[in-house]
């Protein structure tokens, strides 16, 4: 089993700043690499980025190079997202996954095995 507890969401002002982290424990040597996704209602999950847990090599999705920055703790098991000037349209749920293969997609929700269960983020205008 493992678990992944996401915290750190909110209400923010277009064009401030928030930190999400993601705990996880339990089975954890399985972890290749790790992702943050966001949802909005009526909308499919979207890859935000990911890293490598090994080497630290990172992916964003276009809309939040430059503003976005993934990290890891591999000694406390925490990734994170420093999220910087925030705009209204990153408002959704953002969950945190675990990839447990190299070999899977790591753009697609469908190559990670573990989720979290989502912090909101809200970004007024």
């Known amino acids: 089993q493992v678990q992944l507890v996401e915290s750190g969401g909110g209400l923010v002002q277009d064009g401030g700043s928030l930190t999400l982290s993601c705990t996880v424990s339990g089975r954890t040597l399985g972890t290749r690499a790790m992702g943050w996704f966001r949802q909005v209602p009526g909308k499919e999950r979207e890859f935000v980025a990911t890293i490598n847990w090994t080497s630290g090599g990172t992916d964003y999705v276009d809309s939040v190079k430059g503003r976005f920055t993934i990290s890891r703790d591999k000694a406390e098991n925490t990734l994170y997202l420093q999220m910087n000037s925030l705009k209204p349209e990153d408002t959704a749920v953002y969950y945190c996954?675990?990839?447990?293969?190299?070999?899977?997609?790591?753009?697609?929700?469908?190559?990670?095995?573990?989720w979290g269960q989502g912090t909101q983020v809200t970004v007024s205008s």
């Open positions: 996954a675990v990839r447990t293969s190299l070999y899977s997609n790591a753009r697609s929700p469908n190559g990670y095995a573990h």
